[in-house]
């Protein structure tokens, strides 16, 4: 089945990487192939409440633009190396295709061989050596095996046209000589005591009992086939192993994690058709036609608490939108067909999913239960954030009927090991939850901190202000805002570079708006600081 990753924005927080996680567990459930992923590195809150719940961080995904492996190729068509030129020959036609990888026993990718190959190399075969296996030529011949000595079978081909007295003159038969001949018993007596590799008796003829005995005690092969002389000979060389027959250069290929995008530039300056699609070891895993490239199999996604393409994975463009369960305003997300779209207006997109695990009539375990309790604790301040409803009160309540927690104690808890500044750096914490927003040419970032200990920040107020400026600048936004929001107190403080204060005095409607100054009950980035900024910016 199909996988399909469910994941939230980047700089993932609580709300999101639980979200994430709950709504996966859910579309499992329901027989959907879902997998939880994560967009950048977990923070400390989230940390604790995975560890708290005992549940393991979501694999990281760095983009879902189109890799080789979502390309419907052929996957596993490839060939032995000691198959014979017959078999890869039929295997082509069988396959319809003009070429095949070629492997080791361990399916390590060798060469690549086309039917333009083999039938040049066949024109230009030594028509007198063979070097290949007793069973292909079994196989080539359509033959019956009447002594077989050994698995290998190397030789100097001769087919025997002389009479014996003057082919006995000629020829000086030796160990590494394969006889091609008919019901020619003196022939066959000769070979058999010369001890020559192996005896092709041609025409169904008939063989002797002491030439087989004497053959199995001299270690000679025999082979009968019902072939005459002209279509054994003409045939034989077709048993060779394909791996004599293949190229000294290496052939193009392709990784399974290789981009689309970069295969089909590669691709369109090359006048090749066939590629081996190999992993990160050089296994091979089959064939990948150019002419066959248009057969995509985009990656399915579902986006968690946001719904904007600044926001989210890259390479979104080249993925298939299946549905999105947000919390935020409708952003630039679209799609190319109509999708499930859950839109409500409460504090936490672990809020909307309660929801759609009572509509499917999933049970919500006690770990999935504790983790959608994490997200709206942290997304709503614990329900005193302005972005609090009562669905979501009435949703946690609920919740708690499952997962039994002293709500306000794992809540303290929970925000004490999430706003520990321990170890980072300056440039982590104004980077850590930080969001970007457009209002037509305009961009600007929103960086928030939530902390019990707020003093550490502005005690660096200078160093935090010179990092603001880096960060603007190295993202080529036009304004950035750093709010620093003192769970206790209920408000928070803000940072910005001088030349946006006015800006910031503008949205507060404080014209002696001071640098790093307490704003009271300004806690929520969403409906709080970016509102009152875009105001601001139309003034």
């Known amino acids: 089945m199909e996988k399909c990753y469910v994941f939230g924005h980047m700089n993932p927080d609580t709300d999101s990487v639980c979200a994430s996680i709950t709504l996966a567990n859910l579309k499992r459930n329901i027989g959907i192939n879902a997998e939880e992923r994560v967009l950048g590195n977990i923070n400390k809150e989230t940390k604790y409440v995975l560890d708290y719940f005992k549940v393991k961080t979501p694999k990281y995904l760095n983009d879902v633009k189109l890799k080789i492996k979502d390309l419907k190729y052929r996957k596993k068509l490839m060939m032995n190396e000691y198959s014979s030129i017959e078999e890869v020959y039929n295997y082509m036609l069988k396959e319809n295709t003009t070429g095949v990888p070629i492997v080791d026993e361990n399916n390590k990718l060798i060469n690549l061989i086309t039917a333009k190959d083999i039938l040049n190399k066949l024109l230009h075969l030594e028509e007198h050596y063979l070097v290949t296996s007793y069973d292909n030529i079994l196989k080539t011949l359509d033959g019956e095996k009447i002594v077989k000595v050994n698995d290998e079978i190397k030789g100097k081909i001769t087919a025997v046209t002389f009479s014996h007295s003057t082919f006995e003159s000629v020829v000086n038969l030796t160990s590494d000589d394969i006889l091609i001949v008919g019901d020619r018993h003196y022939i066959i007596d000769l070979g058999v005591n010369k001890r020559v590799k192996l005896i092709i008796v041609i025409g169904d003829s008939v063989i002797k009992k002491e030439h087989i005995k004497l053959a199995r005690k001299n270690k000679v092969n025999i082979i009968r086939t019902k072939l005459n002389s002209f279509e054994t000979s003409r045939i034989i060389l077709y048993s060779n192993y394909i791996k004599n027959i293949l190229n000294i250069n290496e052939p193009y290929i392709v990784r399974d994690n290789d981009y689309y995008t970069d295969f089909v530039e590669k691709s369109e300056n090359l006048k090749i058709d066939n590629y081996p699609v190999v992993d990160k070891n050089g296994k091979c895993l089959g064939l990948l036609r150019k002419s066959e490239i248009n057969k995509l199999s ?31 305003k409708i952003g630039s997300i679209s799609t190319n067909a109509p999708i499930n779209f859950r839109n409500m207006i409460v504090g936490s997109t672990n809020t909307i999913i309660y929801f759609l695990y009572k509509e499917n009539g999933i049970k919500i375990t006690k770990q999935m239960a504790g983790l959608m309790i994490s997200g709206i604790i942290s997304d709503t301040l614990n329900l005193q954030s302005p972005t609090t409803t009562d669905i979501d009160k009435k949703v946690i309540k609920e919740l708690n009927k499952i997962a039994n927690l002293n709500i306000n104690k794992y809540a303290k808890d929970m925000f004490k090991a999430g706003t520990s500044l321990e170890g980072l750096s300056v440039m982590n914490v104004i980077s850590e939850d930080l969001k970007v927003f457009n209002e037509g040419d305009i961009s600007f970032g929103v960086s928030q901190a939530f902390t019990m200990d707020y003093e550490s920040i502005l005690s660096k107020k200078e160093e935090y202000i010179e990092a603001i400026k880096e960060k603007k600048e190295n993202m080529k936004l036009d304004y950035f805002i750093f709010v620093i929001t003192d769970i206790l107190s209920n408000g928070s403080y803000i940072l910005v570079t001088e030349e946006d204060l006015s800006l910031v005095s503008k949205a507060l409607n404080n014209p002696k708006f001071q640098n790093g100054e307490f704003v009271p009950k300004i806690v929520s980035r969403k409906k709080q600081v970016v509102p009152i900024i875009l105001d601001a910016l139309e003034k």
């Open 298 to 328: 985009k990656r399915k996604v579902i986006l968690v608490d946001h719904n904007e393409t600044e926001q989210s994975a890259s390479g979104l463009d080249e993925a298939e939108i299946v549905e999105v369960v947000d919390h935020h």
